[in-house]
């Protein structure tokens, strides 16, 4: 929530894009197509806006553009119709309601350029992948985003979430800096417990991260699909996905970079 409210204090626009069946948090704008159906899901070169809750605003669905998962030419083609308006394009890189298929480095290198070429914002949605390394899947893939949101993981499993990102972009949260756009507060900041336990994770990872990132790549990806294979995910069955890449030549599991 605070990534996309700051995508937009930064950027002026309004709008955000993401992936199709992406979960980012409890949020109405976050929460679109997050679990379409085949009734309602549209073609794949126009996902539909579907709501997750009932009563969601209108103004919400509007506000949002639903992107494939990699799928490079049909994603760009979408951006480009709605490059004018968007503020930013919000990435999970591993998304667990997709499979927890990884990103192609192809698809996130093509996201990474668009969002450079037409001045929005990358926004990484690290909170379940920055546990994967020291500095997330980002780090691996050799991308860098332009906003990351954490969790848990950066508080040592503590109940924490927080947003990292460019300097001019964090500078519309500064009460003290010369772009002040983005008053933000709360009362689930400063928590000293959580904070305690931030540094000793961060300590106790950089010690084993090496360690960790040679086992992920002699180690199937968790939850990868096979050809042939179906996901469900609450009840959805993410068959557009699968289809695409069932016509693979070759295996279709894929591993991290």
Not at 92 to 99: C, I, N, Q, T
Not at 146 to 161: N, W
């Amino acid at each position: 929530m605070v990534a996309i409210k700051a995508s937009r204090a930064f950027t002026g626009r309004t709008r955000i894009a993401k992936v199709e069946g992406a979960y980012h948090g409890g949020y109405d704008y976050a929460e679109v197509s997050q679990t379409p159906r085949p009734e309602n899901w549209g073609s794949l070169d126009r996902p539909n806006n579907v709501p997750l809750v009932h009563g969601t605003p209108d103004s919400s669905l509007e506000s949002v553009v639903i992107i494939p998962f990699n799928d490079v030419d049909r994603a760009l083609a979408i951006l480009d119709e709605n490059a004018a308006d968007l503020a930013g394009v919000v990435l999970d890189p591993m998304p667990h309601r997709v499979g927890l298929n990884p990103v192609e480095p192809e698809f996130l290198e093509a996201i990474r350029t668009w969002t450079r070429k037409n001045g929005s914002l990358l926004v990484l949605d690290e909170v379940i992948t920055f546990r994967s390394t020291y500095g997330g899947l980002q780090m691996r893939y050799g991308v860098e985003a332009d906003l990351t949101a954490m969790g848990k993981m950066i508080g040592g499993g503590f109940p924490v979430g927080a947003v990292a990102g460019r300097a001019d972009v964090m500078d519309v949260m500064d009460p003290n800096g010369s772009n002040y756009v983005f008053p933000h507060s709360g009362t689930f900041s400063a928590n000293p417990s959580q904070h305690g336990g931030g540094p000793c994770r961060n300590e106790g990872l950089r010690r084993t991260s090496r360690g960790t990132a040679q086992w992920l790549d002699q180690s199937s990806t968790p939850g990868h699909l096979r050809s042939g294979q179906s996901h469900r995910s609450q009840g959805l069955r993410h068959r557009r996905w699968i289809d695409r890449t069932d016509s693979h030549e070759g295996s279709s599991s894929q591993k991290l970079p």
